[in-house]
């Protein structure tokens, strides 16, 4: 839309007329110049000079139109518009034509701040909804799932594993002790037969007690490290110590083997 801005102290000038004497007429003069070649920022510096050097309202109502019809910026257009009705010496017309503008560009600032307004608060409520749909999800997910081991049974678990480690140990202390007696068979025997069967008897409970406690050690330690990584609730009583013919070791559970 082309817009003709009002006149300034007459400044149309035909073509070919000499420069102004006047400052203002000569800002404005090249205000205009500059609107008509489309630029409009500096149209409004320079109007904006002139009206500095010399208050004339009809450069107020020139500023306000390029900033409605050119720039595009309601906040400023809508500034200029009011302080040209502000002025004493504003034209009927153009304050007719300033105020009709103003009011326009209100209602469409409204208008603009009810729909962003009305974007919000969708935006929220989607936002609201979709948290409420990721929490029922989340409690669906969770009713699922299976239950999880319990601190009681893992420590439960390293107890029984430390009890049967502790008592392969006590297994493989009696085929060492088994195996050390018949050493000592062996050299106090004087029969060849029975000396090889008291070697192999032997050779046979010494891999059998190294096998039971090596395996011991393992099982105990592994248990001992379940029972330290357990949650710290209530789980059973649970005792080692040896069986009661002192042969081995066993873990009571709950004070019963």
Request: without cysteine.
């Amino acid at each position: 839309m082309r817009i003709v801005l009002a006149l300034v102290l007459g400044l149309a000038n035909p073509a070919g007329a000499q420069p102004a004497a006047n400052p203002v007429e000569a800002l404005a003069q090249r205000a205009t110049a500059e609107y008509e070649a489309g630029n409009f920022v500096k149209a409004v510096e320079l109007y904006r000079e002139a009206y500095a050097v010399g208050k004339v309202s009809t450069i107020l109502y020139n500023i306000a139109l390029i900033y409605d019809r050119k720039i595009g910026d309601a906040e400023l257009a809508m500034e200029f518009y009011r302080q040209y009705l502000a002025t004493p010496d504003a034209d009927p017309k153009a304050s007719s034509r300033a105020m009709a503008r103003l009011q326009a560009l209100k209602a469409e600032q409204a208008k603009a701040q009810a729909a962003a307004r009305k974007a919000e608060e969708e935006r929220r409520a989607a936002e609201a909804k979709r948290r409420e749909d990721e929490a029922k999800a989340l409690a669906a997910s969770q009713q699922r799932e299976p239950p999880r081991e319990t601190g009681s049974g893992l420590a439960t678990g390293g107890w029984i594993l430390t009890g049967v480690g502790v008592a392969a140990l006590g297994g493989g202390v009696f085929f060492g002790l088994s195996a050390s007696q018949d050493a000592d068979d062996f050299k106090a025997s004087r029969s060849l037969s029975e000396k090889k069967s008291l070697r192999d008897d032997g050779e046979g409970k010494a891999l059998i007690a190294d096998i039971l406690m090596g395996a011991g050690a393992a099982a105990a330690i592994t248990g001992l490290v379940l029972v330290a990584i357990a949650p710290g609730d209530d789980a059973p009583a649970a005792t080692v110590g040896p069986t009661p013919d002192g042969a081995g070791a066993a873990i009571w559970i709950g004070g019963r083997l």
